[in-house]
Nanobody, 115 residues
Framework: QVQLVESGGDLVQAGGSLRLSCAASGMSISIYTMGWYRQPPGKQRELVATITNGGLTIYADSVKGRFTISRDNAKNTVYLQMNSLKPEDTAVYYC?????????WGQGTQVTVSS
């Protein structure tokens, strides 16, 4: 059974940092494009960042220069380092794994940034 389990969400003040982790089980992430998405309160889910199995990264304009996505295939884990957090970063953050027609989602972790 494939599982993606996010952790690291918290309440933090504006300007602070958090590191999210997504641990995969029941699969090897090495062939997957891994991504982080978020859903702010009352809004639709949106892309934050993705990283291919070759290490190529894409970021939403709103997080460029502040967030960094990385992966450790040996640990079967993907990370999202979030710096200079803003209140508008408040959302539930979801991990995603994608390979051709396969796609998996985690259950989400809450990030709240206070002003």
């Amino acid at each position: 059974q494939v599982q993606l389990v996010e952790s690291g969400g918290d309440l933090v003040q504006a300007g602070g940092s958090l590191r999210l982790s997504c641990a995969a089980s029941g699969m090897s992430i090495s062939i997957y494009t891994m991504g982080w998405y978020r859903q702010p309160p009352g809004k639709q889910r949106e892309l934050v960042a993705t990283i291919t199995n070759g290490g190529l990264t894409i970021y939403a304009d709103s997080v460029k220069g502040r967030f960094t996505i990385s992966r450790d295939n040996a640990k079967n884990t993907v990370y999202l380092q979030m710096n200079s957090l803003k209140p508008e970063d408040t959302a539930v953050y979801y991990c995603n794994a994608r390979f051709i027609t396969r796609a998996y989602w985690g259950q989400g972790t809450q990030v709240t940034v206070s002003s």
